[in-house]
Structure formats: structure tokens, C-alpha cells
């Protein structure tokens, strides 16, 4: 079956015969190789060659455009190099906020008061106290005395209990483990600490020099 | 009708005098002009600010005292004061400095200081005119009872030293002295009882109290009695009164044993007699209050005359410990009559604050400085012949507790 490069045309345009249409769609499905009819006065080995040297030339860009790539490489080292040390930042960035959120409150002095002071509180630490703040849990251990400024409003809650100690920002709290009473905590604004059993009193103002 | 521009000039410059002249005399009603006042109340603002204000008047209206009272600076800001004929003193312990000083419109003005070093008040008592005797420890170690007796009126210290009373000695480290008395004469009476303290968390109160006899002015000492029906006697007077002597001049005393203050609270409240020619409690009179219709612990008794008393008590099933005591509003007021011990419960509002200086008697009335988140803060006026309860003047404002009423002075009636 021989089909004109017209035909192929009107097929493509949709603009054939039903004929046309039937005799070009039984070429297409036929396993028959037969060659194009070539416009007379053109050479079948022309257009070989000149599609040949279409596809070299296809060929040939691909490879300039490989060579030109070894400065992409040198740039796409950079980048994936600037994320691992920005990764590595980040997870070190995080380790030390962890620490700083994990505030130790330990003093052994059995006379002296401790200062210590954080991003988030400052604290005088009681004679004789093991205390620790995580911040990012929101928990407290105290087996002690600490005298606390909070710099923000903060909610802790007593280590191993559900005991809730609520700090408002700016404001001094008195913070004790109490061994002559049922509770076992007593948190006291620092205004309210005359209220407290004078002799209550007299270890806080003594300690703290309030 | 048009009017011209120099008319509402006029018209709005006279209207600018008139609310102008409203707002001085409004102002006028406050400290500036309570050179006639008879009252000094002692104010703690939810601003954190403290404020005193003086007025004639308890009866009604209502005062605002960031508006009307003095707002009192650091040094002498505490509620532990003697106030007599106008004047207030304090010792302040950070400057150990004991000051008298005045309160006036925007301004406290000082008079005296001395310097009183290594004392920490517990009880004061005016003697006789001007002579004002301090009792206390040494600061800050609270193991050795001191006095000190002073010319108010100077502010020069007539003597100061060691009150011959027995240290703390075996377990105990430290002593409170809640009692001080003059008896006929030369003579002194102290109350006391001793504790082991060694922390901030930890301390423990004797179940026993005492009562000691020292002569005036050597203090030196005649006799120590003990009684163990209850302890911690009175507490410091400089907060709260705890004691009076009545018409025969016999001793009347509170004991604390509540969590508040002694922190026995297996052992009862009781009001204690020591007759006016003894020197120790007399044992066939024990007014037990816990064990009464009360059934709670108490702090703080002013006496209304005719055998009548009132009573500021905790009730228990109200807050949780001591971290709500202070700020819970569960303290009622009770009338007793000590020879009969009936007991009348006052239907004032529930009362937050745990220790306060909060009752004055003046003729028939007994007003009482309430402070109830729900219900305000007020000065009630309760009837000591009727029975009969009115509410009075209002603190209104930034008021939070009404931690003092003082009269200004004792001989205005």
C-alpha cells in the first residue's frame, strides 16, 4: 500500500475522505515497511544523510551542555555542604537550648545563699537546696528553699506531683518543701511573707535578706 | 439664637471653673483636709502601692486611696506599727532604724530615728505617758529575749538590754514573746513559749507556755510559771492584739496554737485569765474555742467592754494550708462573753487577710474592717448594745486588704 505525503496531511489536518481516512489508518496498522514516495527530484540518501546530521548535531548539545555543567556540580557541592553545617547548627542550636532550659539550683552551703541567675528566672537559692527548673517540660524539683523572680508568666509543676506552681512575670515568689505541715510545697509572693508563721518569717528574712 | 464667639468663651471658661471647682472640692475631702481626722486605716492596693488614709469618718461614704490616702514609701512601708496622738512608729529591718514619723497629704514625714540594731520587735507597751517599753529577740539569731524602753516623745532610750527570762536551752533554739503586761506598779508580765527552728521548712512549737514575773523597771525576774493547756501565747501586738486587762484589771490572753502562728494545731485556742493581784493563769478559768461551737482555731481578740469580746477565727474546711490562708477569704467574726462563754457568730462576710489589726471600739461601736473579694471592702459597724450590724464606709479603688485601723488618738472618744 503506498500512501502520498498528502494524504498524510489531509489525515493529520482531519480534513481526508472517509476513504482516505480508511486507506491511511490500514497503512498505519500494517506491518508493511514500504517507503515514503519522495517529491519528484529529491534523493532519498539526501535526506538520510541530512537526518543523520540533525541527530549528531542533537547528540553534540547534550555533550556541551554536560561539559558545561562541572561548575553546577561545584555549586550543588556548595549548597548540599551549606545545608549539612546548617543542620549541624541547628542540632547544636538546640542541644544548648536544652541546657539552658535544664536550669540546676543545687547549693550546699548550710549558711549561704546562692545567686543564680538565667534567661528566664532569677533565683536566690536557700542554704542547703537541691532544686533543678525544666523549662521545656515545665517541671520543678525542689527539696529546699529558692526565692524566684520569674521574667515571664510560667506555669511549673512540682516534680512527681500534680502540684502547680504559677509564676507571674516581674513578680519574687518564696518557694519551700514544707516538713512541718500537710502540704507539701508553699509558694508565697514575696509581699505576702509577713503573713507566713513568724517563725517562718524569720528563717526567710534571714536567708534571704528580705 | 446666635450667639458670638467671646459669649461661649464665656460660657465655656465659666463651665471650666465649675467642674474645676468639683474636682478640688472632691479632692478636699481627702488627706488634704483631715487635719479633724480621728481614724488612720492602712491600705495594701492590688497595685502592690500601700497607702494610709486618715478620716473622720467610718460610717459611710466611700474613699478611694490611691485618690484620697499617702502612699507609703519602701522605708517605711510595713504594717507591724504603733500608731498614738497622730504619729507612727516602726523599726525598719533592713536600716534598723527606729522612725517616728507622720503621715501627711503626698507625704511621710519623719520626726526621729535612731538606730536599733540586731532587735526584732514582738510586743510594745505604752507605760506610762511617753514611756514606750519594746520587748523582742536579738536579730537575726532569735535566741536571747531584749527590751528596749524609750521617751516617745524625745525618742531618746531610757535603758535597753537582756529581759532576765530563760534562754532556749536542750532542743530549742529560739523563743516567741506574744504577752506583754503591766501590772501594779513595778511589775511586768511576759508570755512566751520556745521552738526548735533551724530552717526555713521545719520548725517546732513547745506545748508549753509560760508566764513570767519581772520587776519594772530592772527586769529582772521574780517568777516563771508554766501552763500546758494550750501554747504560743498572743503573738506580736504590733500586727494583731491578743490580750486586754478589763474594768478589775484582770489579764486577758489568747493563745495560738493554729497553723498561723504555733502551728500546733492538736492543741486548742483558748482565752486564759491571770487575775489582777496574780502572776500566773488562773487555772479554774479556760475559755476553749476550738473545742466550742467554733470548732476552728483563731487570731486576734479586742475587747468590747460589758465581758464581751470579739474573736477573729480560720475556718478550716475553707482553704488548704498555708499558701491559701493569707488570700482566701474564710475568716468569721465571733462575740463571746467570758463569764457565761456564749458564743455569737457576726453575719459579716467572709474575711481574707491572716493577720490583721482590724477592730476598734469607740462608745457602743465596734467597727470592723472586712475585706470580701465578693462582697467588698468595708468598714461594718457592729452595736454592742444591740446586736445590730451596718455597713459603713467603703474602701473602694485599688484596695485589696485593709490591713490596719488605728485610731489616731487614744483620748478622742
Not at chain 2, 516602726?90 to 530615728?113: D, I, M, Q
Not at chain 2, 465596734?366 to 461594718?380: H, L, Q, R, T, V
Request: charged share 20%.
Amino acid at each position: 500500500m503506498r500512501i502520498s505525503k498528502e494524504a498524510l496531511e489531509h489525515y493529520h489536518q482531519g480534513a481526508c475522505t472517509p476513504a482516505e481516512r480508511k486507506a491511511v489508518e490500514e497503512w498505519l496498522l500494517s506491518t508493511s515497511a514500504d517507503d515514503l514516495l519522495l517529491p519528484p527530484g529529491e534523493d532519498k540518501y539526501v535526506h538520510k544523510a541530512e537526518m543523520w546530521n540533525n541527530i549528531r548535531s542533537v547528540t553534540d548539545e547534550t555533550e556541551t551542555t554536560k561539559s558545561k555543567s562541572s561548575s553546577y556540580y561545584v555549586w550543588k557541592g556548595a549548597i548540599a555542604a551549606s545545608m549539612v553545617i546548617c543542620m549541624l547548627a541547628a542540632a547544636a542550636y538546640f542541644l544548648l537550648q536544652q541546657k539552658v532550659e535544664l536550669l540546676s539550683l543545687n547549693n550546699n552551703s548550710a549558711y549561704a545563699v546562692k545567686q543564680v541567675n538565667s534567661i528566664g528566672y532569677d533565683v536566690s537559692v536557700g542554704p542547703n537546696t537541691i532544686a533543678s527548673i525544666n523549662d521545656g517540660r515545665g517541671i520543678i524539683y525542689l527539696n529546699g528553699s529558692v526565692l524566684i523572680l520569674a521574667n515571664k508568666d510560667v506555669q511549673l509543676v512540682l516534680e512527681g506531683t500534680k502540684t502547680k506552681i504559677s509564676l507571674k512575670k516581674g513578680q519574687s515568689y518564696i518557694i519551700f518543701k514544707n516538713k512541718t505541715g500537710s502540704e507539701s510545697i508553699i509558694v508565697v509572693n514575696k509581699q505576702d511573707v509577713f503573713d507566713l508563721p513568724p517563725l517562718m518569717q524569720r528563717q526567710i528574712t534571714k536567708h534571704f535578706d528580705i | 439664637m446666635k450667639h458670638s464667639s467671646w459669649y461661649k468663651a464665656i460660657v465655656g471658661g465659666k463651665l471650666f471653673i465649675l467642674i474645676a471647682v468639683a474636682v478640688l472640692s472632691a479632692c478636699s475631702t481627702g488627706n488634704k483636709d483631715a487635719s479633724d481626722a480621728k481614724f488612720s486605716l492602712y491600705i495594701l492596693g492590688k497595685n502592690n502601692k500601700t497607702y494610709v488614709v486618715h478620716t473622720s469618718n467610718l460610717d459611710s461614704g466611700s474613699i478611694k486611696p490611691e485618690v484620697y490616702g499617702t502612699e507609703i514609701t519602701q522605708n517605711y512601708k510595713g504594717r507591724d506599727l504603733i500608731v498614738r496622738n497622730a504619729n507612727y512608729y516602726r523599726l525598719n529591718a533592713k536600716t534598723h532604724l527606729f522612725s517616728k514619723f507622720k503621715v501627711l497629704p503626698g507625704e511621710v514625714e519623719v520626726e526621729s530615728s535612731f538606730l536599733l540594731k540586731n532587735f526584732s520587735i514582738e510586743c510594745f507597751k505604752w507605760i506610762k505617758g511617753d514611756t514606750l517599753l519594746l520587748t523582742g529577740l536579738n536579730a537575726p539569731a532569735y535566741n536571747t529575749p531584749k527590751f528596749v524602753l524609750l521617751n516617745a516623745a524625745t525618742m531618746k532610750v531610757i535603758s535597753h538590754g537582756n529581759l532576765d527570762i530563760p534562754r532556749p536551752s536542750g532542743e530549742f533554739t529560739t523563743l516567741s514573746i506574744g504577752l506583754l503586761e503591766q501590772r501594779s506598779g513595778n511589775s511586768l508580765l511576759l508570755g512566751y513559749t520556745y521552738h526548735v527552728s533551724q530552717d526555713i521548712n521545719n520548725f517546732k512549737t513547745s506545748d508549753t507556755m509560760y508566764v513570767s514575773e519581772l520587776n519594772y523597771p530592772s527586769m529582772k525576774l521574780v517568777k516563771t510559771h508554766k501552763d500546758i493547756r494550750s501554747t504560743y501565747p498572743g503573738g506580736q501586738n504590733v500586727i494583731q492584739p491578743y490580750s486586754f486587762k478589763d474594768e478589775k484589771q484582770d489579764l486577758y490572753f489568747m493563745s495560738c496554737p493554729g497553723i498561723a502562728l504555733g502551728n500546733r494545731p492538736e492543741l486548742p485556742t483558748a482565752i486564759f485569765r491571770i487575775k489582777a493581784t496574780q502572776a500566773e493563769t488562773d487555772k479554774s478559768y479556760f475559755f476553749n474555742i476550738s473545742g466550742s461551737s467554733i470548732k476552728n482555731h483563731a487570731y486576734g481578740m479586742w475587747y468590747l467592754g460589758q465581758r464581751q469580746v470579739i474573736i477573729r477565727s480560720e475556718r478550716a474546711d475553707l482553704f488548704k494550708g498555708l499558701n491559701d490562708h493569707y488570700r482566701t477569704p474564710h475568716f468569721e467574726f465571733h462575740v463571746l462573753n467570758l463569764d457565761t462563754k456564749e458564743i455569737k457568730k457576726l453575719d459579716l462576710p467572709l474575711d481574707k487577710g491572716t493577720r490583721k489589726e482590724c477592730v476598734i471600739v469607740q462608745g457602743n461601736i465596734a467597727y470592723i474592717a472586712i475585706n470580701s473579694p465578693k462582697k467588698g471592702c468595708y468598714i461594718w459597724e457592729y452595736n454592742i448594745k444591740t446586736g445590730s450590724l451596718k455597713r459603713g464606709l467603703q474602701l473602694s479603688g485599688e484596695t485589696d486588704f485593709i490591713l490596719r485601723i488605728d485610731k489616731l488618738y487614744d483620748q478622742k472618744k
